[in-house]
């Protein structure tokens, strides 16, 4: 099982238990902001759930629960130089910067590619996905994949299943208390609320991510081309304070 921690997966994990389905590993991959001093890029709240809560009771129902990382970190994106621009892009021997809109480079290789090399070492994987009957797009993509199973799709649920079923068993993760989706805090689709945490509990880390804005020879210079920049959300956040 791939395991995001969000409802879906986390409700699938619960199905299994719960049915007796084979189910030898729990694959988590933990995306990292600074590898060298070992700050998360996980929702605070989320990461601490999936440590402290989830996985010692998962661990105690007898699954292994696998935590990966990629020897790459958010940062090391950011400053990563361009050797060899796509087509029609005076982007060479600039740092990339943020990832872009919609294409987030981050996901693919600081999270999908640690899954993925962790699977090339196991034999005959059998990979269940959390796909829930009420996302008949994304089934219809998982039946052209032999390899791979919705337990929910099996058991007939939809989302609002899952995520009572993850309720009911205290495992839905305290990050949909603000936000509907998962995912790194530093990603343009946070909620303010997000953003608010991490200035809050991490002021330094903050700064330092705002300030990333203010850099030169960046590609992609703007956090998030449809919606406010650091700057923007770091005085709104301020302002909120005062008030």
Known sequence: MSWSGGKDSTASIILAHENNEPLD????????YDLKNNISGENPEHIKFIKEEAKPLFESWGYKVEILR??????????????????????????????????????????????N???????DVVHYVGICIDEKKRLESLHKQSNRISLLERYGYTEQMAKEKCEEYGLLSPSYKYSKRGGCWFCPNAKLEEHRIIKERYPDIWNQFVALEDEDNIANYKFNVFGKTL??????????QRN
């Open 25 to 32: 590993t729990i694959v988590f991959c933990e995306v990292m």
């Open 231 to 240: 700057h923007e959300i770091d005085n709104e956040l301020r302002q909120n």
């Open 70 to 115: 990629a020897n790459q970190d958010y940062l090391d994106f950011f400053h990563h130089i361009i050797k060899h621009p796509r087509k029609h892009m005076d982007h060479k021997g600039k740092k990339f910067g943020f990832p872009v809109y919609g294409m987030c480079g981050v996901k693919r290789s600081l999270k999908l590619k640690p899954i």
């Open 117 to 123: 090399d962790y699977y090339k070492n196991v034999q």
